[in-house]
């Protein structure tokens, strides 16, 4: 009877979501009066930054993923749930199949790509936000070539190699990149009748130039190093209509339409549906991205108990531009919510208002190509390359994960292969991409700016 009247005692903790910001909150919270939970959909936690590895062949999925239990198994009970709803008063997490009870509760439910309300473009161009997404883009840009091979009509060939890119931020960026890579060196002896060499790669952004977050030097220097990969880049271009076999670009009052089976969107993002019911619980402020206003600790007004961390949260500190959707940005909001509340219960004085510590921003363009601002000075080309592999290395979850990404990094880096190009799950198979030649599917139209979100 003791051991359960203890644990009854303890102070419960929800953590919605194994991202970085539920992760890291799970992690750092060690006081043995905490009894802490975190729920999510998925068994693993993943690293989304090297997604787009998984999706040009890089990597396998397994490589940037692992179970949460596994992390969290001396940390953290962890459970398979859907959340779907919160009672705040009731301090109730409801789930699809319960719920859970909280004194403290932290939602870091991360955020998807943005449509601009129009959901249904995502059959014609996936983004990249998970596992899945990332093999189906892979299934797309490897069922391109071969059915690219199995072509003669010249006209149909090449719409089958043009591949556009909606997005130049740092995802659009390295998707660019690793495909251009991908076509240009490990796959031009794999075929017979095409050259995956002549592959079409447009990079589309709204703006009047790439990674917008980054200073001008360092955006310049990538619109350079991928034009010398072959990238061809389109700025101050929105992309105004995806058709079947074909896409509306729009610059200024020109329009431009190009023939193309393969569109990719990295254009924008919003919160995960988490955060408006959320939001809708708390009496919650939201901004256009539906991110919850939060107070200087994480905290929603009103709801002292209540945090939001990672892309969810909007938190502009003194009154500047809110804070990035960014991996250190959730792994530092994490740590700092478990210090508030582990605080809390000791009874000791609050920490000052959360303050993101900015080390600097990195985006890879290919071998060897990278660009580093670190703030007091940027770095590009092989040195910010070097970097930006150890960082990554380095925030990788688990140490299994680090060395199974250092070996294949080196086995891809000395032969150029890209061992993982499967073509797996339902995707669009060989068979499936034939009917689609010689049927209309009824994809919808799209009107969006292709500017990336920061």
């Not at 072959?230 to 209509?241: L, Q, S, Y």
């Not at 108990?305 to 892309?311: E, K, L, R, S």
């Given at each position: 009877m003791m051991p359960c009247m203890a644990e009854h005692a303890k102070h419960k903790v929800v953590v919605v979501g194994g991202g970085f910001g539920g992760l890291y909150a799970a992690r750092a919270m060690t006081n043995s009066a905490l009894q802490v939970t975190l729920v999510d959909r998925r068994n693993f936690h993943l690293f989304q930054p090297l997604l787009y590895q998984v999706a040009t062949g890089g990597l396998a999925p397994a490589n940037i993923a692992a179970p949460l239990r596994n992390l969290l198994r001396q940390r953290a009970r962890v459970l398979l749930a859907e959340v779907v709803d919160f009672d705040l008063?009731?301090?109730?997490?409801?789930?699809?199949?319960?719920?859970?009870?909280?004194?403290?509760?932290?939602?870091?439910a991360g955020s998807e790509f943005n449509y601009f309300g129009h959901d249904d473009w995502r059959s014609?161009?996936?983004?990249?936000?998970?596992?899945?997404?990332?093999?189906?883009?892979?299934?797309?840009?490897?069922?391109?070539?071969?059915?690219?091979?199995r072509t003669a009509d010249a006209a149909e060939r090449r719409r089958w190699l043009t591949f556009i890119i909606a997005g130049g931020g740092a995802t659009g960026v390295e998707l660019a990149g690793a495909l251009a890579d991908l076509a240009r060196y490990t796959m031009r002896q794999d075929f017979r009748a095409i050259d995956p060499s002549e592959a079409r790669?447009?990079?589309v952004e709204g703006r009047e130039r790439l990674l917008t977050t980054f200073p001008e030097d360092l955006s310049a220097h990538t619109a350079d190093t991928l034009r010398?990969?072959?990238?061809?880049?389109?700025?101050?271009?929105?992309?105004?209509?995806?058709?079947?076999h074909e896409v509306v670009l729009k610059q200024g009052d020109r329009s431009e339409t190009l023939p193309a089976e393969t569109v990719l969107?990295?254009?924008?993002?919003?919160?995960?549906?988490?955060?408006?019911?959320?939001?809708?619980?708390a009496g919650a402020e939201t901004d256009r991205m539906g991110r919850i206003v939060v107070q200087p600790d994480l905290?929603?007004?009103?709801?002292?108990?209540?945090?939001?961390?990672?892309?969810?949260?909007?938190?502009?500190?003194?009154?500047?531009?809110?804070?990035?959707?960014?991996?250190?940005?959730?792994?530092?909001?994490?740590?700092?919510?478990?210090?508030?509340?582990?605080?809390r219960i000791t009874g000791d004085p609050p920490p000052p208002p959360f303050h993101y510590h900015d080390r600097g921003n990195m985006a890879v363009i290919g071998r060897s190509a990278a660009v580093a601002d670190l703030h007091w000075t940027h770095v590009w080309g092989f040195p910010a390359w070097l970097a930006w592999l150890f960082i990554h290395l380095l925030y990788l979850a688990q140490f299994q994960n680090r060395l199974l990404v250092l070996i294949q990094w080196a086995w891809n880096y000395v032969t150029r292969?890209?061992?993982?190009?499967?073509?797996?799950?339902?995707?669009?198979?060989?068979?499936?991409?034939?009917?689609?030649?010689?049927?209309?599917?009824?994809?919808?139209?799209?009107?969006?700016?292709?500017?990336?979100?920061?």
């Open positions: 008063a009731g301090r109730r997490v409801l789930l699809a199949d319960g719920e859970l009870p909280f004194d403290s509760l932290i939602v870091a014609l161009a996936p983004g990249l936000k998970s596992i899945e997404d990332a093999t189906e883009i892979r299934a797309r840009l490897l069922t391109a070539f071969e059915m690219a091979e790669i447009i990079l010398r990969l072959g990238v061809t880049i389109r700025t101050g271009t929105m992309v105004a209509d995806v058709r079947p969107w990295t254009a924008g993002v919003r919160t995960a549906g988490v955060a408006g019911r959320l939001a809708q619980a905290t929603i007004a009103g709801h002292p108990n209540v945090f939001v961390a990672g892309d969810m949260a909007h938190l502009a500190p003194q009154g500047g531009e809110p804070l990035p959707g960014l991996a250190p940005v959730a792994m530092q909001q994490g740590q700092y919510v478990a210090q508030v509340i582990e605080r292969s890209r061992s993982a190009r499967l073509i797996t799950g339902e995707g669009r198979s060989g068979s499936e991409a034939e009917r689609g030649r010689h049927r209309d599917t009824g994809r919808a139209s799209a009107v969006a700016a292709s500017a990336e979100t920061p």
